[in-house]
């Protein structure tokens, strides 16, 4: 053991394996997930590293950032056809156009290998509190051959208390095949945001939405040159990874990867449709091998694995290999909680065939999104977040929160007791300044958030509120009132402002403030110690590529108000319908 510790090349090459946090994927404790460097060690026994040069296909990408620390992303390609382990050593300046050794705030060589794909992960640590820094990789091989650049902020530090303002992007529903990433490229160049956060369905597992029938295949993409690649549904490692290939080929998502940290959670396309905690809308444990002889257990492993590959997120608790959730602080001005309401815990959901089912347990005390772990970091971490004095607790999860009259048991509403535990810590505890952020349904929803029951709910001041929902659309996939599967296209205006129209009529949607589901999009989020304020923009066309946007709707949320600001987006829309009930 000594005699090969003591091998040239065995150390470096040791210590620098260790600093990819690939390796990880995300918890060196769960066998079936993480890549044992061990295993990597005797694949690469030699440590003869690769000479040539490297491509940087993937572009660079930032995430999860600290007041001293970051998240550094690559993806390093061969240019000849070579297996042995890349070393890249990242670097990290205060200036885009500084990377001589004197500018350099910190380095490492690191390498990475064919076991995780090339993906190369690394912590820069070291880094000063809200400060803008700039990244690069540099192939150890040719100190010339380097990757584009890419820039992140560090938060402010916890007790912060002179930060005041603060801004998000916020995405969710990006679907390859069915249109242009135009809103990730829109908001990178606009460049007015601290952070992008995205709350899922970053990917889709689908080969093109309803492509089950060859001769029925529509939102295959092929119109407009997005075929998913590989060419059907997701169930092996290889499926998983050839498909983040694809999307991160994305110039528009390559833009604001490189412009932006990003906080991400995902929600049930990265794994698969309608996942819960033991199964999905097509796969389960029960079958053995359903399809691709992948059983939902091996599925979810495969897909958790490639995304923690691919993505800029920490690996929050080496024990605990599905955990994502997890918070962060920005100062005294604000906490983001990032919730898994899909993969990590989630009681059985509406799979299609048992919605009857769902709809008949939907009560149930003990039916959980979160489960119990979750759940009470997350009550504990609202408690202490309004205890330390932070002003705004934003709540960024993957599905609609307000009580609607829908049918839809895939949200909140399926898990009443669960909603009603959220609600409890916020009342019992006198929480202020709640904003929850939500995607997953592709269309627009903001509402003022109160109980089942609306005790004491005045629908037309908003007062008794507890706090607000901002739901964003997707940026692109299809708008859940309606699409025109057939020709491929969206439905008529007129008759996504009657849908619309008809949920704001509707007896039980008074919370409802302003629904829309025509454009797709994204919105913005500002902070500041007066108020928050959502601007959603909105795209008409994702079947071309361009820059086209327009504000639909801004809305204010006053400090400490817990409701929307009356007259709600003061009554000045472009898009989608707003109650008019004050
Ligand atoms: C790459 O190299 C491996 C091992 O030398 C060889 O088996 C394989 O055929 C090569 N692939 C290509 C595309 O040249
Ligand atoms: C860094 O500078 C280059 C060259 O001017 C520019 O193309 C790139 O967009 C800049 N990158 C960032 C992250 O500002
Ligand atoms: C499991 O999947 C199979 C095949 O899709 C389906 O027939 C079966 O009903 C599912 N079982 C459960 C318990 O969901
Ligand atoms: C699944 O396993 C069966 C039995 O071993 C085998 O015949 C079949 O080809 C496999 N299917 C796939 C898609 O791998
Ligand atoms: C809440 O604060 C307590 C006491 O400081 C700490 O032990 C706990 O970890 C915190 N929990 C969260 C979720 O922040
Ligand atoms: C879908 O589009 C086709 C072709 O434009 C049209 O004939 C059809 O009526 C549309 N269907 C709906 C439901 O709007
Ligand atoms: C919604 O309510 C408004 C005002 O009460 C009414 O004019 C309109 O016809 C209703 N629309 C629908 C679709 O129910
Ligand atoms: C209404 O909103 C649009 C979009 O934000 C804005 O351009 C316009 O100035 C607003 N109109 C009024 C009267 O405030």
Redesign the pocket.
Known sequence: MLALLLLPLASPAVASIIHNRAYDSPSFRAPQLATPRDAVRRNHKRWEYYDGQVKFPYNVASGDPESDSVILWTHPVPTTNDSRPICLEYQVSQSNDSWSEGDIITSDQVWTTPEVDYSYKVEAKGLQPKSTYYYRFANCADKDNVSPVGRFLTTPVEDDDEIDKLSFAVFSCSNYPFGFFNAYGNAAARDSIDYAVHVGDYIYEYRGDGCDDENACYGDGRDIGRVPEPNRELFLLEDYRTRYKQYRSDPDLQALHASHAWQLVWDDHEVADNSWKAGSADSNDTIAGTQYNTSFTQRKANAVKAYFEWLPIRTVETDDALRIWR?FKFGTLADLFMLDTRQYNRDLTDVYYNTNDVKAIQNEEARSLMGGRQEN??Y??L???S?RGAQWKIVGQQIVFANLVSDNVDAWDGYKANRRRVLDTISQNNIDNVLILSGDSHANWVSDITYDEKDGYNTVTGDGSYAVEFAGTAVSSPSSFGYNHTANKPLPAETYIQTAQKLINATGNEELQWTEGATRGYFELYLTRQDATAVYYGIDDVRTHSSDERILATFVVEDKANKLKRPVADRNVTGGVLAKRG
């Open positions: 918070s970091w997350f504990n971490g408690k202490n977040s205890e």
